[in-house]
T-cell receptor
Framework: DAGITQSPRYKITETGRQVTLMCHQT?????MFWYRQDLGHGLRLIYY???????DKGEVPDGYVVSRSKTENFPLTLESATRSQTSVYFC????????????FGSGTRLTVV | AQRVTQPEKLLSVFKGAPVELKCNYSYSGSPELFWYVQYSRQRLQLLLR??SRESIKGFTADLNKGETSFHLKKPFAQEEDSAMYYC???????????FGTGTLLAVQP
């Protein structure tokens, strides 16, 4: 079941480069989210979106940019990658409320060298 | 401020032993609480929600508002329960989930 897909699965980039992580969902869920997963920190919310053209910051938004021109896509851009942004990034979507739970993507493992 | 605390980074038990994964939260209103699980090389998935008062794969969790806790329990651990478990909280109308730092459960044969 590939209702929510992330690409690429793995990415190595250099410090200072711009990187875009893609997230695509096929359910037309209203809500989409980006989290980063780091040892000792768990999952931290970067940005989220309640609908197309509506986005808002989470706990750790600095250094990241998002857009949502279409309901099904929610790309995350690192404008100038830093080593501290080395992490596993998870995209998630939710239909109409957190009570129904999120559906997560498989994650993108990003390494900044 | 909303906060979720999972005090144990690693919990190691033997097969057949009882399991309790601790979760404490901080929130001034009425929270919605969840447990998510991540098996090796798999995506996170919802395990259970406090509002459903359900038992999934033998796991249960009871919301204790007095102690602000939502501990996950299972009476007899199985090897296939080995995974990373995250407690998560949602408060208000934001539809955002705040996660704890996770507990790695290792069930030994």
């Amino acid at each position: 079941d590939a209702g929510i897909t992330q690409s690429p699965r793995y990415k190595i980039t250099e410090t200072g480069r711009q990187v875009t992580l893609m997230c695509h969902q096929t359910w037309s869920h209203s809500y989409m989210f980006w989290y980063r997963q780091d040892l000792g920190h768990g999952l931290r919310l970067i940005y989220y979106s309640a609908a197309a053209d509506i986005t808002d910051k989470g706990e750790v938004p600095d250094g990241y940019v998002v857009s949502r021109s279409k309901t099904e896509n929610f790309p995350l851009t690192l404008e100038s990658a830093t080593r501290s942004q080395t992490s596993v990034y998870f995209c998630a979507s939710s239909e109409s409320g957190v009570i129904y739970g999120y559906t997560f993507g498989s994650g993108t493992r990003l390494t900044v060298v | 401020a909303q906060r979720v605390t999972q005090p144990e980074k690693l919990l190691s038990v033997f097969k057949g032993a009882p399991v309790e994964l601790k979760c404490n939260y901080s929130y001034s209103g009425s929270p919605e609480l969840f447990w998510y699980v991540q098996y090796s090389r798999q995506r996170l998935q919802l395990l259970l929600r406090h509002i459903s008062r359900e038992s999934i794969k033998g796991f249960t969790a009871d919301l204790n508002k007095g102690e602000t806790s939502f501990h996950l329990k299972k009476p007899f651990a199985q090897e296939e329960d080995s995974a990373m478990y995250y407690c998560a909280l949602s408060g208000g109308a934001t539809n955002k989930l705040i996660f704890g730092t996770g507990t790695l459960l290792a069930v030994q044969p």
